[in-house]
């Protein structure tokens, strides 16, 4: 597929063109059907499986691609409350394979973690509530604690908080208050840090996972990019968090609350931790801070609507959905080049995982109302979508489970 052309290179009208060739032909690869394949010659060499939530059908679905194509392989619904969408929002694969971890947004009247064996898919251990909607969820490298974002959807726009699940137990250890509707939460490769974006304030939160404690935050504002100092004594911290809270109730009631300028939806750390990239969905941008220095980097411009992040296992890309543009953005990370956009086989394109050897990108995209949902997958080498199948309504939280070569 024809890569997109940069307007200050090539000029706009060279670019305008362009997009529109790569739009028409990225359609005419899908166009036969809801599983378009790639040409034999492009077909994969080893198989893989990716987990998807279809969040307003409350089931979870597995999903192969291999050199055969892709499928839905296993359905398995999600939730206990027939009358009640329950919604499986957030999901992750611990790092030995063994477990899917997921959360549901919704319930009576809060929402809770999930554990299921991989494979035969089946709950270990009963649910646990949790916060107000349970959001996105990262796992630590040794598989025992689940830190989940409590997003408060539907509550006041007040400081919420990260849940801490001891995995082994299906029980919720500390809930640290961090900030209002935390979302978009990924570990450093080291498990030491989780790092979570903050729709409401406009922050970036760095957790320690070791003292469950906020250890850090960072301003994403539009402007004002930089640290924020942080109390470090608990009773001022906490004291802190409940001045906030109060001040912010206040703002509501008087209509005053400061609008958002960057509204960050997700956080990834580089696959080495020296970065972390933040999608500013409001302000169509990507932000690169320095973990160390705790200092603005970079600002990739994007497309419409950032919305979830996914750095390659090798280290060299970066793939952005764009949630309102219904599409998919690549980022050569040395350079910082956008190499590509390329659009979603329906709209709302939510979340993003990428597979150990670096070469496809498996999307969940939403659709709307009735629509199903839809998993597209991409080839980072050619940029091309090679197949897109379709699931429940609302596809959403994404995992990738494993590879096999033959």
Not at 333 to 346: N, Q, R, V
């Amino acid at each position: 597929m024809p890569r997109e052309l940069n307007p200050r290179k090539h000029g706009p009208a060279a670019a305008a063109r362009h997009a529109a060739v790569v739009l028409v032909l990225s359609a005419a690869l899908w166009a036969g059907g809801a599983a378009a394949q790639a040409p034999a010659a492009e077909r994969p060499a080893a198989t893989y499986w990716v987990y998807v939530g279809a969040e307003s059908a409350d089931l979870l679905h597995r999903v192969r691609f291999g050199p055969d194509g892709a499928e839905v392989e296993k359905t398995i619904p999600a939730g206990l409350l027939p009358t009640e969408t329950e919604g499986p929002h957030g999901l992750r694969v611990d790092a030995a394979g063994k477990y899917l971890h997921v959360t549901t947004g919704h319930g009576l009247p809060f929402g809770q973690y999930w554990k299921y064996a991989l494979g035969p898919d089946t709950l270990v251990g009963a649910p646990v509530a949790l916060g107000d909607f349970p959001a996105t969820l990262d796992v630590t490298p040794d598989g025992l604690y689940a830190f989940v974002v409590n997003f408060n959807l539907h509550g006041e726009h007040v400081p919420s908080s990260i849940s801490v699940v001891y995995t082994p137990e299906n029980t919720e250890v500390e809930r640290i208050t961090t900030c209002t509707m935390p979302h978009g939460a990924r570990m450093n490769p080291a498990g030491t840090s989780l790092y979570s974006a903050c729709m409401m304030d406009d922050q970036l939160v760095e957790l320690d996972t070791n003292l469950f404690r906020v250890a850090r935050r960072f301003s994403v504002r539009v402007g004002q990019e930089g640290a924020i100092e942080e109390p470090h004594d608990a009773a001022m911290h906490a004291q802190h968090m409940q001045d906030t809270a109060h001040a912010m109730r206040h703002d509501m009631e008087q209509g005053e609350m400061t609008a958002p300028t960057c509204s960050p939806t997700w956080a990834e750390p580089s696959t080495d931790g020296r970065w972390v990239y933040v999608a500013c969905n409001k302000a169509n941008t990507i932000l690169q801070i320095d973990a160390a220095d705790w200092t603005l980097e970079r600002t990739l411009e994007t497309g419409t609507a950032p919305y979830n992040l996914a750095a390659t296992p090798d280290g060299r890309r970066l793939v952005a959905t764009l949630k309102k543009q219904a599409a998919v953005q690549v980022f050569d990370l040395a350079t910082g080049e956008s190499l590509a956009i390329m659009p979603s086989t329906t709209t709302v394109t939510h979340g993003v995982v990428v597979s150990p050897d670096s070469r496809y990108a498996f999307v969940s995209v939403e659709g709307v109302g009735a629509e199903p949902g839809k998993v597209d997958i991409y080839d980072l080498g050619t940029f091309e979508l090679v197949a897109s199948v379709e699931v429940g309504q609302q596809a959403g939280g994404i995992a990738f489970w494993k590879m096999e070569t033959s």
